[in-house]
């Protein structure tokens, strides 16, 4: 899903991207908002550490458990 005519900062590490438990769509997502992120930027440059940042908006805005919601009744 990563674009592969784009341009990556040298030291940019697809291993420590693969070490995320993630869904296709949230692959799909992060990479689009990456994607976003990089394209409005000053210097247009893919980094891992921006993919790192949208991994973590996408596990913390999940509802798989690792946060809880709802209603309670006491």
Known sequence: MLPTEA???KTFDINELASYSLT???IS???KNT???VAVSKKP???TSDFIDEIRKEKDAN???EKSM???SK
Do not use: N, T
């Open 7 to 9: 341009p990556y900062e």
């Open 24 to 26: 296709g769509g949230q």
């Open 29 to 31: 997502l992060i990479v």
């Open 35 to 37: 994607a976003y992120k």
């Open 45 to 47: 440059l893919f980094k």
């Open 63 to 65: 509802f798989d458990g």
């Open 70 to 72: 709802g209603f309670l």
